[in-house]
């Protein structure tokens, strides 16, 4: 707001000049003066503002000279602070500061959140004074409010508090007639107050009979016309306040002027009822008809003209007879309605019809009024609705209609309804079937597929196969097909007792063809190899013949076997087998299986198992008067009798004595123990022997209850109490002899006289003898065993195919880790190592199998002891080749000749020709087969047995050529 002086100074008075700004000429104004004085120009500028800097130039008759102007702004400060504001809510607040100039920009802010003009949010600038005007306080507007310039700043808080809104008029009670207005009053403490109006528990919400309205402070609810329906407590609330009033209506008194009359009509004709009332009515009267509300429609009219009301039923039906009421307040008038039925006729008979085979027939007729009940006839047989027939009735119309037609649809129908009856005949068209691409006599191998081919000349007709006059129908071994026109039908995986006649019927009209199997020699794919094993586990034998259908018999040297306890003989597919079960030293020998073309045959040996102690006994230490038990575990299990002896004395089961045996474990238990019996305990059985010491001390009292066998599963705690004489006295816990400290493991506490240890979370490693004895005194011992809990399998096996030479991973899971886990193929318990390998994490257990073979096809078990989970593994074979071929051959007569050739893998069956004859092993002939190569030796070879030799397996050969000189 400063004002600045220029001047410019000529050589010559009175000589004219020009001034400008940034070329712009300057002209004399409020805040611009140019003045001349003789020599001198001179430019005041006044009330600077920035926008007035730039070049200021003077002109004067080609003299020229400029100067730059520089304005700068004063900074903006803030000269009278904002100050704390405390309103009510509803109100308005003003915050109001001032700048130390006019054109000092600011900004306003709330909790740093800049304000812009809003609803309820003013900013206004007045020369240097800045104000922010916030209407309509609410509690959420309370805060700290901030005027900014570029300069300078200053802040308040604004408190926004409750009002406390108060009611001053209270509602009154008000009583009215029906139709009446009624209204109610109430007037507040405040303006500006939201507030709700109620019927009971319902809002009140304007309407055209409602009105609701606020004069300042009063509050008025007006009902125009009160119904009975408006009664209640009207309630009116503010906030906080709330008052309460009752609305009560009296009802009008009604009379009937004049009374309905009975009236009577002919169906469908319509039926009028009138009655005449004293006054208008607020609330719609009732009419009934038989008792029943009647509620208007399109049949039902309800009319009004002033005082007088009428009840129309447009269209009647005899079962509308009974009586009609009036009711409008507690005045009511009664009268009859009666409704005649009308006879009925048939105004449209029914049509003859004619219609093709397999389609559809419709037979239609018409009544002179709608019939109570319709019933349709085939002759005499009365029909009801089904998929063959659909029975419809549309008010007067009655139709039946037939699907499906066959020849035996034709005839006379008629159509009754009561004493009306109309009739028509349905001709039905019989379609000729013909067959116009027939069946051919077919001959196939065994254990291929035959398909019969047949079309006839419509497509929706049903056809019949049969074999040998016996019904076929789809299943594992037969399709039938319909497509169109064409029927086929295919045999598969054929038998040669399948052969014989085959038939395809449709209707009445036959066609006939042979069917003839020709049956394939039996051989063996894959012969029995050579098994040995072990006393008292299973053996299995398995070859493979080229097709399911044969009839092995197996053999132990000549002796014919039959399934049973001993032999369990196997036959899926082309796969045959032989389980021995339990097998014993005798089970050695040759084994055969004889399919009646080919015999293949294996050697099986049964080696002896060896016996050992896995546990042996243990040295005990006891009381006199106390119970002692000794323990022996053989490795496995074993029939001959075995012999305890105590100090050097054979004992026996009886007395104090008690000798036991469960599977592979040996127990003897002492009991009422003497110093007699101190020394050494043996067990012997065959050659084996295990020896321990009994130490018998004196006897103490100090025990009262000793310790008791303990069972728990895994996973639970197991608890042992014992209870002493005296509760002074001091105990060691031990298992199995060693002692016990309290761990996380143990828990060991002591009540008076009852000492305990608790074993958390037990499992198969904590079973054993646990002992407490009294320090100095007596001992009691007790075992903890340990149960197996029921696993399930939550993630069960599952089967998977794999090629040969690769690995396999079978993985189940159970809900709890299972301490014992054994593996299975087939029947035989497998073991860890060589191809097997088996892991357990937790409660995941896996076994991979390396190193695949097609023997390795089998069923795989995981056996957790109270579950089991199974899976199939099927073991795809590679493609066997041939490495090395046969290669020709010549030699002198008299000689031997040995021709080899070598597979890709090991054990393949091959079958040895000489040309087409195929050759077996003899005086002649002898085959052999050393892993994966093959060998053909001709003894004593002749002229003749020159030619053409070939070794074959599958679709393969090679072939090379022996001359004889």
Known sequence: METVTLEVELNQADVEGSWSRDGAKLKPGANCHITILEKKHTLTLSNLKREDAG??????????????????????????????????????ATFECEVSRNNAEVKWFKDDVELKPAKNVAIHSLGRKRTLVISKCTPEDGGTYICRTADDNTSAKLTVHARDIKIVKNLKDVEVVEKESASFICELSHDDVEYQWFRGNTKIKASENIKIRQEGRKHVLLFKSVNPEDMGDIKFTAEKASSTAKLKVKEQSISIVRELSSVEVTEPFAAVFEVEVSMELVKPPIWTLNGVPVQEGADVEMEKEGTMHRLTFKKTKASMTGPVQFTAGKSKSFAQLTVKERPLEIAEHIKDVKAKEKSTATLMCKFSATPKEVKWFKGPVLLAASDKYNLKQDATRGQLTIQRLTEEDSGEYHCQSGPAETKGTLTVEVREIKITKHLADTEVDEDSDAIFTCEINYADEDAQWLLNEKVLFTNEVNTITHEGKVHRLTLKNLAPQDGGTITLQVRKVKESVTLKVKEKRAVFLKSLDDVTGEEKAMITLICEANKPRVSPIWRKEDKVLK?????????????????????????????????????????????????????????????????????????????????WSVNGKTVKNEGRFKISSQGRKYMLIVKDVTPADSGEVVFSIKDLSSKATLKVEGKSSSISNGLQNVSAVCGEDGIFTCEVTQASSTVKWAKDGKAIRTSKKYEISQQQKVMKLTIHNVSAEDSGEYSCEIVGGATTRAKLEIKEPIHKFTKVLEDIQADEKSSVTLRCETAQSPSTVTWLKGHTELRAGGQYEMFQKERVLTLIIKQLEEKDTDIYTCDVGTAKSMAKVTVKALLTTYVKMLESQEAEEGASVTLHCELSKPGVPVEWKKGTQVLKSGEKYQMKQKTSVNELIITKVVPEDSGDYSCVFGDQKTTASLKIK
Not at 61 to 88: C, F, Q, R, W, Y
Not at 571 to 591: A, C, F, M, N, P
Not at 607 to 619: A, C, N, Q
């Open 55 to 92: 070049t200021i130039s003077f002109q004067a008759e080609g003299v020229h000279t400029s100067s730059k102007l520089i304005v700068t702004e004063s900074p903006a400060m803030i000269s009278k602070p904002i100050v704390d504001i405390n309103v009510p809510e509803k109100e308005k």
């Open 563 to 643: 399934a049973g306890t001993k032999y369990e003989l196997l036959h899926t597919g082309k796969s045959l087998g032989l389980i021995i079960k339990d097998v014993t030293k005798e089970d050695s020998g040759e084994y055969s299986c004889d399919l009646g073309t080919e015999v293949t045959k294996a050697k099986v040996t049964v080696r002896e198992i060896g016996i050992g102690i896995t546990k042996k006994l243990k040295s005990v230490e006891v009381n006199e008067g106390d119970t002692c038990s000794f323990e022996c575990i053989l490795s496995r299990e074993n029939i001959d009798d075995c012999s």
